[in-house]
């Protein structure tokens, strides 16, 4: 059971560059979001879709974008990267959101714009 | 404005000792609270959920408390391991309409031989 998997790991990009992010689960789980975590600063709601098909805005969705063509994968995408978005990104996902459903975290993706 | 602070924002036991970390919150509507362990380099992970009308919960050697009218919560370790050495979250809940998770900057501890 891997649970939530982040790929990729690392990845280092210049200003204006493009790229997505890819987060595919295998609980599934119908919710699913993009956080990211910056230093001095809690996790922050970027994206969040709530079943297949679906997705919302979160706290910070400006310079993103997302989709959710399949329950188990949750794409992030950057169309064009500036060093402001340099931060770790975490993807989660939950069963629901009432309270007694904890999020399972991926292990997050590390990118640098340069 | 929904707002954590936990305290300390850092912290070095010995191995074998206990200790607690704090948080403040100011969230209305309050739904639940979680603690999170993050180890570095990796994803945070569940410790503890707690409603309003829980005072507290245990996860093995982690204990949290909750005062939901004094909006605190605690997060007590006992007999701290090596492998305690992590961020610890604490994370209100928002209860409205988008139940909106809000995380603290976390506490950096570090267990030391």
């Known amino acids: 059971n891997a649970g939530v998997t982040q790929t990729p790991k690392f990845r280092v990009l210049k200003t204006g560059q493009s790229m997505t992010l890819l987060c595919a689960q295998d609980?599934?789980?119908?919710?699913m979001y993009w956080y990211r975590q910056d230093p001095g600063m809690g996790l922050r709601l970027i994206h969040y879709?709530?079943?297949?098909?679906?997705?919302a805005k979160g706290e910070v969705p400006d310079g993103y974008n997302v989709s959710r063509l399949k329950k188990q994968n949750f794409l992030l995408g950057l169309e064009s990267a500036a060093p402001s978005q340099t931060s770790v990104y975490f993807c989660a996902s939950s069963y629901s959101r009432d309270y007694t459903n904890g999020y399972t975290f991926g292990s997050g993706t590390r990118l640098t714009v340069v | 404005k929904n707002q954590v602070e936990q305290s300390p924002q850092s912290l070095i036991i010995l191995e074998g000792k206990n200790c607690t970390l704090q948080c403040n919150y100011t969230v209305s509507p309050f739904s639940n609270l979680r603690w999170y362990k993050q180890d570095t380099g990796r994803g945070p992970v569940s410790l503890t959920i707690m409603t309003f009308s829980e005072n507290t919960k245990s996860n093995g050697r982690y204990t949290a408390t909750l005062d939901a009218d004094t909006k605190q919560s605690s997060l007590h370790i006992t007999a701290s391991q090596l492998s305690d050495s992590a961020s610890y979250i604490c994370v209100p809940v928002y209860g409205g309409a988008t139940n909106k998770l809000i995380f603290g900057t976390g506490t950096l501890l570090a267990v030391q031989p």
């Open positions: 609980m599934n789980h119908e919710y």
């Open positions: 879709s709530v079943g297949e098909g679906t997705t």
